[in-house]
């Protein structure tokens, strides 16, 4: 795993390419235009001697689906490759907007658990259910980490197959259902430690800090890690089948370079490669799965067919279920945010008060149980001003914080060290309760009060418990990005890069990792 996964810079939709001569292609008829989840970047080398160019553009699961289904994507895309495509053809009048599928591979969402932690629990080597996992999760028997299901399709996956597995559904999850099942869900999630906006990340957080006794997560990501006893729930699961899609909108060129990557990608020899070299199981019947993928057959979980049980799956585990939230943002309204930077400051942190109505948006926003804390700094840190989200009407403290984000006004130096300094006095120790974590969002340079040294040295002297807390660091402006990337190594947090792109997008981005 890369290891110097935590100071990556996350920029949403970032194009990256892949191409048979090693160039970066245009967008001529002779290029294919991929929306895509991060999933398949591991893919980009193979892509490259495909034959045919290929120009991939990644995205969020939910915002691509969205802008698939709204038609976004016509026009400047020719195909789709996410993990799955079961939330997209929840969404009203998307299935019009797709041609042609074709899967090109197969990974369940699994329970990886260290070697020791199976053998404790008695499962190495033997069947074992949701229903047992669930009962060992409640009687605090181990933790694990697993992603947000809000930003990532394997947490969502697990989800759905959680619900799924302990409601006994036969059929698609209902409303009632989930109702239902909800407590039992937030006795299972009680064991989650780790959260993470991305597959990639948690493996990588766990791979470097352990932390906890596993992870959910695609067994294709837990075969890579290495040293993990696979946990397979014999009482089924849910599989990403990663269908390449040609749009209905695709020109006629298109269509035939969609056809001849598809048609390379399903041949026996790349089958095999993309098994030994990703960890993902082969489609195409006749290639043999190799020994690591056990050899008891897959039972798939029924996934909700329509998009208000999906939606309010996402929800209950938001709002109900999962350990809350204490988010503390430390905010630069130096004097350099005078204007357009400090009015689009403002506008992002409305974005996370429920402005924003699309699917992504709606499930970024601050949710009921949260505890925000907004902390900004000029020449000093300001005053720490608290926002507790009760459980049952999150709406007053959601005003509360529109309110004091259109407050926010812009004067004086840059004591970025200062203000971070602040937030771990006020973060607590992590802990069972909450997810606590940090974001540090600032147009400059340090300019006022103690330096990155002083805070290093400060930061080192915290007790454990608070050293567990997080920083998730903005770009934006004039960001010293190299400084930035240290504080986020420090705190094994991540950067998000804001510089060149919409900071209500990196605001948005960043809460799947609170």
């Known amino acids: ?3 110097a996964a935590a100071a990556l810079a996350l920029v949403t939709m970032a194009t990256l390419a892949a191409c048979s001569s090693g160039d970066v292609p245009g967008d001529g008829p002779d290029v294919l235009r991929v929306l895509a989840g991060s999933e398949v970047k591991d893919l980009e080398p193979l892509l490259r001697r495909s034959g045919v160019k290929v120009r991939i553009s990644y995205t969020g699961t939910l915002d691509g689906a969205e802008q698939v289904a709204g038609g976004g994507a016509d026009g400047s895309y020719d195909a789709i490759w996410f993990s799955s495509n079961r939330y997209l053809s929840l969404i009203d009048g998307a299935t019009a907007r797709l041609s042609t599928e074709t899967k090109i591979m197969v990974s369940p969402v699994v329970l990886g658990l260290t070697t020791a932690k199976a053998r404790e629990l008695g499962w190495e080597g033997r069947p074992v259910t949701w229903e047992q996992i669930a009962t060992a999760a409640r009687e605090k028997r181990f933790t694990f980490g697993m992603t947000n299901p809000a930003s990532s399709n394997s947490g969502f996956s697990a989800l759905v197959g959680v619900a799924a597995a302990l409601s006994d559904a036969g059929e698609a999850l209902s409303g009632e259902q989930i109702t239902a099942v909800t407590p039992r869900l937030k006795e299972f999630f009680s064991a989650q430690r780790l959260t993470s906006g991305s597959s990639g990340w948690l493996a990588d957080a766990y791979s470097r800090e352990g932390g906890v006794d596993g992870i959910v997560n695609y067994e294709s990501v837990l075969l890579g890690m290495g ?5 397979r729930p014999s009482d089924g ?3 990403a089948d990663y269908p390449l899609t040609l749009l209905a909108s695709a020109p006629r060129e298109k269509k035939e370079l969609y056809g001849r990557l598809t048609a390379w990608l399903r041949t026996p020899d790349v089958q095999r490669e ?11 019947p006749g290639v043999r799965p190799g020994p690591e993928f056990g050899t008891a057959p897959l039972l798939e979980l029924p996934f909700p067919n329509r998009r208000a049980a999906a939606d309010g799956l996402i929800t209950a585990y938001l709002d109900e279920v999962r350990v809350p939230a204490r ?4 905010l630069d309204t130096s004097g350099s945010m005078e204007g357009e930077r400090i009015e689009a400051l403002r506008q992002a942190l ?3 008060t429920g402005a924003d109505t699309s699917a992504s948006g709606t499930f970024s926003r601050f949710r009921s149980r949260e505890n925000v804390i907004m902390i900004p700094f000029g020449g000093s840190a300001g ?3 608290p926002f507790i989200l009760p459980e049952r009407d999150p709406q007053p403290a959601l005003a509360q914080i529109r309110a004091y984000a259109e407050r926010l006004r812009a004067a004086g130096g840059t004591a970025i060290y200062d203000g971070l300094r602040a937030a771990y006095g006020q973060a607590g120790d992590a802990g069972r309760d909450h997810y606590t974590s940090i974001v540090l969002m600032t147009d400059g340079e340090n300019t006022d009060g103690s330096s990155y040294e002083d805070f290093e040295a400060y930061y080192r002297s915290l007790p454990e418990a608070r050293r567990q807390v997080r920083t998730f660091v903005v770009l934006f402006g004039e960001s010293d990005a190299d400084e930035m990337e240290r504080i986020a190594t420090l705190t094994r947090g991540a950067v998000f890069d804001a510089r060149t792109g919409s900071l209500a997008s990196a605001f948005k981005e960043i809460r799947g990792y609170q």
């Open 274 to 284: 993309i098994m030994t070299g990703t960890h993902r199981r082969p489609i195409v």
């Open 327 to 330: 988010a503390l943002f430390v």
């Open 350 to 352: 409305v974005t996370l």
């Open 1 to 3: 795993m890369r290891r």
């Open 383 to 385: 005053l720490p001003q």
């Open 237 to 239: 699961v849910v599989t």
């Open 227 to 231: 040293g993990l006893s696979l946990v």
